[in-house]
């Protein structure tokens, strides 16, 4: 079975700060994992995924992630973080060798809270 | 905003009626799905459609009954829902491939009395 963890419910930061979103998967083989945005009364937003190749993956809005296998970790970062930032993240995984529909699996999501 | 719509945005029922959730996705996906999204909880998956055949159900109470009529639709039937139920419900699509992302409507927050 795969599953997500996201250790922390909330992170805050300040605004121009490097920020950290970590999160932790279990999967039977190589993983695909993916990281979703959400802002108040809105429905998820895809911001990144990892698929294969490059362990450093950029996405949307200057959010990049780096996969590390060893530690199984999909941590998504930026380097100056803005007051628009502030909102829900939610990391995903799903097992590619899973086999039929393959379902993906979300954590229960961080909120980020960028403090001007 | 996405290409994925849903009405209505708000909707307040009591236990004995009888409602629908609509999705629409306008980007071409064979592959539909619906959320619920309850407060401090995982995002569960209730159905998914691929190519409007339903390929999921996780084990969702008779009273929540999905309908597919093509690949750009998608409902959701209410009937005879219970408090527990209130939740923002997501819908979402995709192609059918693992490694494609979804694409998520803005939901609607479902309120039972």
């Known amino acids: 079975a795969q599953s997500v963890a996201q250790p922390e419910d909330q992170v805050n930061v300040a605004e121009g700060n490097p920020l950290t979103v970590k999160c932790t998967y279990s999967v039977s083989g190589n993983p695909y994992l993916f990281w979703y945005v959400q802002y108040p009364n809105r429905g998820l937003q895809f911001l990144l995924k990892?698929?294969?190749?490059?362990?450093l993956v950029k996405g949307s809005y200057g959010f990049e992630a780096e996969f590390n296998k060893s530690q199984t970790s999909f941590h998504l970062k930026k380097p100056s973080a803005l007051v628009s930032d502030s909102a829900l993240y939610f990391c995903?995984?799903?097992?590619?060798?899973?086999?039929?529909?393959?379902?993906?699996?979300f954590g229960i999501g961080t909120k980020l809270q960028v403090i001007p | 905003e996405t290409g994925v719509t849903q009405t209505p945005r708000h909707l307040v029922m009591g236990m004995t009626n009888k409602k629908s959730l609509k999705c629409e996705q306008h980007?071409?996906?064979?592959?539909m799905y619906w959320y619920k999204q309850s407060a401090k909880k995982p995002l569960e998956l209730m159905f998914v459609?691929?190519?409007?055949?339903?390929?999921e159900n996780n084990s969702v109470p008779s009273r929540f009954s999905p309908e597919c009529p093509n690949s750009s639709h998608l409902f959701l039937h209410l009937h005879t829902l219970q408090p527990e139920d209130s939740a923002l419900y997501l819908c979402?699509?995709?192609?059918?491939?693992?490694?494609?992302?979804?694409?998520f409507g803005p939901g609607t927050r479902l309120t039972v009395l």
């Open positions: 995903a995984v799903r097992d590619p060798q899973g086999g039929g529909y393959q379902k993906v699996t």
């Open positions: 990892y698929i294969t190749g490059d362990n």
């Open positions: 459609y691929s190519l409007e055949e339903r390929v």
């Open positions: 979402a699509s995709s192609q059918p491939l693992s490694r494609n992302e979804q694409f």
């Open positions: 980007l071409g996906h064979n592959a």
